[in-house]
């Protein structure tokens, strides 16, 4: 393929501004999926995409367009597109940046309904810090509540260009979506062709997937030179050689190709079935003639911990394998093996948000058949003891005693909200209550302001997200980046459920929310927790004493009663004795249950203290 006729590009926009469906119809158009098979949302494969409609892992496809020469004397030519499709959510940031580093260019796009928003800026900003040519497109035109011209002047103010070079398309209707492909061939420039070994070559590997059969398959998007079937190739960084078992294109489903050569995204077949070798960011390269690695990428760091433990110890290798063969798909969360007295084995788990624990969750559930415990979300610590030594705290059931602790740090993150206006007299004393330091305020256009602070990270999980969509209708959004860490005054708060404490519930708050929060948790779990055959009770404990508690109502089983039919014959004294024959079974009951507590309670609680 002559480099001259491949652009390579992505669509970065805010989470539900519109971007699957642009992809879904640039797909038609082209011709690249006929339209008799088309569905919505085409490139999110995974059941949890559909189901959510959101993105969650980037999906590279390869388009061809023929593209109408605006000189008489040139020939029409064919051109190829390597669309990435990229997620909206800030939880899949990293995702994002994986594929801006494989392109040239980038469609920012902006709902013509809702105008600029604050992940738009953030995404924006690692497409200019990458160098890519930003194509402004405004989509969902054709919606009644479509603000066009408003938006225009915001997307030219915030580029600094003229809004007539902004684009206007419809992913619903399809309406603009072929200008938008020939000024993606005019605006966004053909890759770069290096001058390189002969015979050698280099890729760059921007994501990987496991198969059982062809072991990791790895996407690469090609720098120099050209790779094909049956070669001896090399991981730069891990130093793995291999043989390429094959290469190929996505069209979206992998197509096999003879070769794919400088300037193409596509995949290699390794038949590497070892984990640990394949690396985002490793450079795959010739054994024979090896050329320097390229720059790659920064490892992911963990925003959210949480530890995870299967509800059977016998499936504990079940467990470890399953988490193996997910990273293969998603290297943004960590994992190592942690022990625990009461949960037994487990791992803790490093996540970039809360979305994406709740999303590996449901898949190890989901894809593995694994019924899981999950502790409430965490983040780090560092906390000196009174023995003068510093730790560092993951799991808030490792969070040492109130008593113990001299002095705590915890993350802090910086934080840019963009809200209509009326609504910042309502996010004031809501942002006061989660402890944020306000920055900077200021116009945002057509009514609208931006807010720069400064909160803890741990006031940031604290319902944040559900609140500030419920006090702003829905309207505002949220950016946010890790800080520097500083000091903290938290607490530990323990639930005990039947007189025995639950490590996954336990949870690190802030002291001068140390008894709304015992009270908030304890009536969530009353509410959710089945019943049993027993009374029992859910307390919260913190500073060395029971804080809150609510009691659980046993199951209403009388002995005189069989069926629907009251127990006859004999006289009073026989009937108290069979009463109280059952009370003392009761009692022996209640002093030696344990209550197992089941997956779905520990999702609910989960979903109901965190969900974003």
Same mark, same amino acid.
């Not at 088309?38 to 593209?67: A, C, F, N, Y």
């Not at 030519?77 to 801006?100: C, Q």
């Not at 709902?111 to 497409?127: N, P, S």
């Not at 193409?264 to 024979?288: F, H, L, M, N, R």
């Given at each position: ?8 590009? +992505?669509?970065? /926009?805010? *989470? @539900?501004?519109?971007k699957?469906?642009? %992809? ?7 011709? !690249? =999926? ?28 390869r ?79 054709? +919606?009644?509540? /479509?603000? *066009? @011209? ?5 997307? %030219? ?6 809004p007539? !070079? =902004? ?9 603009g979506?072929?200008?938008l492909?020939s ?12 001058e ?10 921007f ?39 094959e ?34 960011? @490793? ?22 911990w ?5 509800e ?19 290297s ?49 610590y ?40 009326v ?29 720069d ?89 913190a ?8 009691s ?15 127990v006859?014959?004999?006289d ?16 022996r ?13 520990f999702?609910k609680?989960?979903?109901s203290?965190?969900?974003?």
């Amino acid at each position: 393929m002559d480099i001259k006729f491949i652009r390579n590009f +992505s669509i970065i /926009a805010h *989470i @539900d501004h519109g971007k699957s469906t642009l %992809a879904d119809r640039m797909l038609e158009v082209t011709g !690249t =999926i006929e339209k008799r098979k088309m569905k919505d949302q085409v490139l999110d494969s995974m059941e949890l995409e559909r189901e959510r409609g959101i993105t969650i892992k980037m999906q590279p496809v390869r388009m061809l367009w023929h593209h109408e020469s605006l000189n008489q004397n040139e020939e029409q030519k064919s051109y190829v597109l390597n669309l990435i499709d990229t997620p909206g959510h800030i939880d899949f940031s990293y995702e994002v940046s994986r594929a801006l580093k494989a392109v040239e260019g980038s469609i920012l796009l902006v709902d013509a309904t809702q105008g600029v928003q604050a992940q738009t800026l953030t995404t924006l900003q690692m497409a200019r810090d990458l160098g890519l040519v930003i194509i402004p497109v405004i989509s969902k035109i054709d +919606s009644p509540l /479509a603000r *066009i @011209d408003e938006v225009k002047m915001e997307v %030219a103010l915030l580029l600094d260009i003229d809004p007539d !070079t =902004i684009m206007l398309v419809s992913g619903r209707t399809g309406e603009g979506v072929k200008d938008l492909l020939s000024e993606i061939i005019k605006r966004i420039p053909a890759p770069h062709e290096h001058e390189i070994i002969s015979g050698s070559g280099r890729a760059l590997v921007f994501d990987f997937k496991y198969d059982n059969h062809r072991g990791v398959i790895v996407y690469v998007r090609v720098i120099d030179g050209e790779f094909k079937k049956g070669e001896s190739l090399l991981f730069a960084v891990s130093s793995e050689k291999f043989i390429s078992l094959e290469v190929g294109t996505f069209s979206p489903e992998e197509e096999i190709r003879e070769k794919i050569g400088t300037g193409e995204i596509g995949y290699i077949v390794t038949g590497i079935k070892k984990p640990g070798i394949a690396s985002v960011g @490793d450079t795959i390269t010739y054994t024979k003639k090896p050329l320097e690695a390229l720059p790659g990428y920064m490892n992911p760091k963990p925003v959210v911990w949480a530890s995870v433990y299967p509800e059977s110890q016998d499936d504990f290798p079940n467990l470890k394998q399953a988490l193996s063969r997910l990273r293969l798909s998603d290297s943004s969360f960590s994992y190592e093996e942690e022990s625990s007295g009461t949960l037994g084995r487990g791992y803790r788990c490093g996540f970039l948000g809360m979305l994406h624990l709740e999303i590996i969750v449901e898949r190890l559930n989901r894809e593995f058949n694994l019924e899981l415990i999950v502790t409430m979300p965490s983040i780090t610590y560092k906390v000196m003891v009174r023995n003068g030594k510093e730790e560092t705290i993951y799991s808030p059931h490792l969070f040492p005693d109130d008593g113990n602790v001299i002095k705590v740090l915890e993350p802090w993150v910086n934080v840019k909200i963009i809200t209509p206006s009326v609504y910042t007299s309502f996010l004031m004393p809501f942002l006061y209550e989660h402890e944020a330091l306000i920055k900077t305020t200021e116009n945002f256009g057509d009514n609208r302001s931006s807010i720069d602070l400064e909160m803890p990270l741990r006031e940031l999980m604290r319902n944040f997200f559900d609140d500030m969509k419920s006090l702003t209708s829905g309207y505002a959004s949220i950016s946010y980046e890790i800080g520097d860490y500083r000091p903290a005054d938290v607490v530990r708060m323990d639930i005990i459920v039947a007189n025995e404490a639950m490590p996954a519930f336990c949870r690190v708050v802030s002291r001068r929310r140390v008894e709304d929060e015992a009270k908030a948790q304890v009536e969530k779990l009353q509410k959710i927790i089945p019943r049993q055959q027993f009374a029992f009770k859910i307390q919260a404990k913190a500073l060395g004493r029971i804080i809150s508690s609510e009691s659980v109502s046993a199951y209403r089983k009388d002995v005189l009663m069989h069926g629907s039919k009251v127990v006859g014959g004999g006289d009073v004294s026989r009937k108290k004795k069979l009463l109280e024959k059952q009370k003392k079974g009761k009692k022996r009951m209640q002093s030696e249950a344990k209550i197992n507590i089941s997956h779905e309670v520990f999702l609910k609680m989960m979903r109901s203290s965190n969900d974003k």
